[in-house]
């Protein structure tokens, strides 16, 4: 019963053991120039966002009410709420149902988890969107909001609150989509699709802002690891790495679409003397293919999307291997159905 667990990009079941991710390593910073004549925008989307998720944490807490529910968990056997003589009604649940410090798994479904059947047979669609404001615990919210804060502050100042803004929430939901595609039985909640959306548009704004790099090697490999690292911890058990995959594939191609810069060349024209006319093109012709390609994919990609999840078809029975994606069964742990 989906009630009954929860799978968090980054959770765990009720009853079972929890896995965490560590905050991904973030590319030094002069691998990114911002060369003269850009805009250096003041960040606000990133920490307001950041401060939203918390406030949201603290309110499903207050809704969770552990002390309220104590006697039911405990003839469930599951042991007395963490940390109830001085947190009170914001204590946590018993850590043998949520070992990451946080809310029941029937508290986040109430307040927009992510849960296949009402998506689609209850068309509360919504879902796609609240599931990513939520957070299991303490450890998932501190770990997703250090790394929202590390990636997500570079972006804005760099490219602004709107462009990132988008890139951030629409990443998520393509998390959510392709996570509803393949995973029926769980809940799922947490931002880590939107970061990894984050991820992607660095990387594709790297291929696409090419000319502008001095170090391009060290720019790519910096970012193909962290990437690597990041997917590689989502085939561990309870890890939602469908939201992690669809998250990146949506924040890759919108990189394409928002992140162009303008080439070396036109860059260079602030250092031109004044007499000098520089009639050279601001964009370069692969920059607008790119953006072409990726605009009709994105686009394509959501229509496909959505169009199976509403019409209820299971991507496991097109793809056999996929759940390797996003669990790896081992000697030490297995990945349940």
């Known amino acids: 019963m989906a009630a009954a667990r929860y799978d968090v990009e980054k959770g765990g079941r009720n009853g079972g053991e929890g896995k965490q991710h560590h905050s991904p390593p973030v590319p030094e910073h002069h691998l990114y120039p911002q060369r003269d004549g850009e805009r250096d925008w003041v960040p606000w989307f990133v920490p307001l966002v950041a401060a939203v998720n918390i406030v949201l944490f603290a309110v499903a807490m207050y809704v969770n009410n552990c002390p309220a529910h104590a006697a039911a968990s405990s003839r469930r056997g599951g042991g007395a709420c963490v940390a109830r003589g001085f947190l009170h009604r914001f204590s946590f649940q018993p850590l043998s149902e949520n070992p990451l410090l946080g809310p029941s798994s029937a508290t986040l479904q109430k307040l927009g988890a992510l849960v296949w059947d009402k998506v689609v047979q209850e068309h509360q669609g919504w879902r796609l969107v609240t599931c990513i404001w939520l957070h299991a615990g303490v450890a998932h919210l501190l770990v997703n909001m250090v790394s929202l804060v590390l990636i997500g502050l570079r972006l804005e100042r760099q490219f602004g609150y709107v462009r990132i ?34 991820l992607g548009a660095m990387l594709s704004e790297l291929f696409t802002n090419w000319t502008i790099y001095s170090n391009k090697a060290a720019a790519l490999v910096t970012l193909l690891v962290v990437i690597a690292i990041n997917l590689a911890i989502g085939i561990l058990p309870h890890v939602d790495n469908f939201a992690h995959i669809g998250g990146f594939l949506t924040g890759f191609l919108l990189g394409f679409v928002f992140l162009m ?55 496991n029975d097109h793809c056999g291997w996929c759940h390797y994606l996003s669990c790896v069964p081992t000697s030490r742990w297995s990945c349940g159905k």
């Open 165 to 198: 803004g988008i890139i951030y929430l629409v990443s998520g939901v393509g998390g959510s989509v392709l996570s509803s595609l393949f995973i029926r039985n769980t809940i799922s909640v947490g931002a880590s699709g939107a970061l990894f959306g984050l």
């Open 261 to 315: 810069r303008p080439h070396y060349g036109w860059m260079q024209r602030y250092v031109l003397p004044s007499d000098v006319k520089y009639t050279a093109k601001k964009y370069l012709a692969y920059q607008w293919a790119l953006l072409a390609v990726a605009s009709v994919l994105a686009v394509v990609g959501f229509a496909v999307g959505l169009g199976m999840l509403f019409r209820r078809v299971n991507a």
